[in-house]
């Protein structure tokens, strides 16, 4: 049985996508968190990794659900992109006050934040590449093999959220127990045939 989905405008997903990023915001600049600047930074880097983990999910809720939400995939996935370049942000310049050179030290020196730049160095390309004269240009199937980069840079993000909690904390371990889920279902679906490079669409919309 294939589920029927509204068909809600880009500029609306846009709009809610970044409700989130306002409401942290407004509790970090008006006192409502004692301490702002982690909880800015947490809260950002927690959103990009669930929309990331959100556009993990399409793929199996169509072919397990029938639930088609190829449309919203770009969204979700530049969603989490700049919600990346946020917690950054919020990181090198309220966290180091715009110090480049301790900042620099602190991407070589602490591996946590080594894995969470070089999380956002991968989603870099998809996010530059995600549009339809890309897609032309490279071609799909050059496109498609760029774009599954997500995979490790969602692994990433994954790991550099247990890290930085530096103790085993259950909602990272969750959180990374449902990105490796989603990693094993594409695997799985590879290797037992069910995901046939042919039977594949690039989402153009």
């Given at each position: 049985m294939r589920i029927t989905v509204p068909n809600i405008p880009k500029p609306v997903v846009y709009a809610l996508g970044f409700i989130p990023a306002a409401y942290i915001s407004w509790r970090a600049l008006n006192g409502r968190e004692v301490d702002a600047i982690p909880y800015f930074e947490h809260e950002l880097g927690q959103w990009a990794l669930r929309l990331l983990i959100a556009t993990l999910c399409i793929t199996p809720l169509r072919q397990i659900f029938s639930i088609n939400l190829l449309r919203y995939?770009?969204?979700?996935?530049?969603?989490?992109?700049?919600?990346?370049?946020?917690?950054?942000?919020v990181?090198?310049?309220?966290?180091?006050?715009?110090?480049?050179?301790?900042?620099?030290?602190?991407?070589?020196?602490?591996?946590?934040?080594?894995?969470?730049?070089?999380?956002?160095?991968?989603?870099?390309?998809?996010?530059?590449?995600?549009?339809?004269?890309?897609?032309?240009?490279?071609?799909?199937?050059?496109?498609?093999?760029?774009?599954?980069?997500?995979?490790?840079?969602?692994?990433?993000?994954?790991?550099?959220?247990?890290?930085v909690k530096k103790v085993w904390l259950a909602e990272p371990l969750i959180y990374?127990?449902?990105?490796?889920?989603?990693l094993a279902w594409r695997v799985w679906k590879r290797?037992?045939?069910?995901?046939?490079?042919?039977?594949?669409?690039?989402?153009?919309?």
């Open positions: 995939r770009r969204a979700l996935g530049l969603l989490a992109f700049y919600y990346v370049v946020l917690h950054l942000c990181w090198l310049v309220l966290d180091r006050s715009l110090d480049l050179h301790a900042a620099f030290l602190d991407i070589l020196r602490r591996p946590y934040i080594t894995i969470g730049m070089l999380a956002l160095v991968l989603l870099t390309p998809l996010a530059i590449t995600s549009n339809n004269w890309s897609i032309r240009r490279m071609g799909g199937k050059a496109w498609a093999k760029l774009h599954k980069l997500v995979y490790l840079a969602i692994a990433l993000g994954a790991i550099h959220f247990i890290m990374a127990g449902i990105v490796a889920l989603l290797f037992s045939g069910g995901d046939k490079p042919k039977a594949r669409k690039v989402a153009v919309a």
